[in-house]
T-cell receptor, first 111, second 115 residues
Framework: SQQGEEDPQALSIQEGENATMNCSYK?????LQWYRQNSGRGLVHLIL?????REKHSGRLRVTLDTSKKSSSLLITASRAADTASYFC???????????FGKGTRLSVIA | GAVVSQHPSWVICKSGTSVKIECRSL??????MFWYRQFPKQSLMLMAT?????????EQGVEKDKFLINHASLTLSTLTVTSAHPEDSSFYIC???????????FGPGTRLTVL
């Protein structure tokens, strides 16, 4: 089963603009992770934010987590054409529970 | 860093045949591995949880007799798609959870096309 929704489902922006993707989930979590997937390829892990953290940065990526609203956002600043991909959030419970993925956002960055 | 491999990376088979996909954790032990399926333009859907030395746990709607999972060692899990049909064509991705950590490592995926 999937945890919840990501919005928007698709996003098209110009190179240099910022891209914001949102993710909502339903159950309590241990951590939330964001992944990137180029068309037809495997997953690339971007960032992990733990349930007791509110914000995390990694290069041009900024992730926020609001556990009271059960939501997270991924901001990509100064986007590049190479950022074109699908982005998924995934939530992790405790122990040996699997990651549960959201539906994803397809980002297109136009040069 | 931890590496998970999958073999083959792609396979084309005729309808009715069986296909085996291997998932290996190359430099760590994984008591638990997961199998996901991804249809075009969709997200990853968990199929089953594979535990070393015991029976796999399947998600609702996934036929255990069609998707046979064997996790015979701490570094290898296999998924066999039996009597494959065109609707089984998909991208199959495995992941391995490093024992005693929260980190899940993903394989590069196997694209299955059933003609």
């Amino acid at each position: 089963s999937q945890q919840g929704e990501e919005d928007p489902q698709a996003l098209s922006i110009q190179e240099g603009e910022n891209a914001t993707m949102n993710c909502s989930y339903k159950t309590s979590i241990n951590n939330l992770q964001w992944y990137r997937q180029n068309s037809g390829r495997g997953l690339v892990h971007l960032i992990l934010i733990r349930s007791n953290e509110r914000e995390k940065h990694s290069g041009r990526l900024r992730v926020t987590l609001d556990t009271s609203k059960k939501s997270s956002s991924l901001l990509i600043t100064a986007s590049r054409a190479a950022d074109t991909a699908s982005y998924f959030c995934a939530t992790d419970g405790s122990g040996n529970t699997p990651l549960v993925f959201g539906k994803g956002t397809r980002l297109s960055v136009i040069a | 860093g931890a590496v998970v491999s999958q073999h083959p990376s792609w396979v084309i088979c005729k309808s009715g045949t069986s296909v085996k996909i291997e998932c290996r954790s190359l430099d760590f032990q994984a008591t638990t591995m997961f199998w996901y399926r991804q249809f075009p333009k969709q997200s990853l859907m968990l199929m089953a949880t594979s535990n070393e030395g015991s029976k796999a746990t399947y998600e609702q709607g996934v036929e255990k007799d069609k998707f046979l999972i064997n996790h015979a060692s701490l570094t290898l899990s296999t998924l066999t798609v039996t009597s494959a049909h065109p609707e089984d064509s998909s991208f199959y991705i495995c992941s391995a959870k490093r024992t005693a950590t929260d980190t899940q490592y993903f394989g590069p995926g196997t694209r299955l096309t059933v003609l």
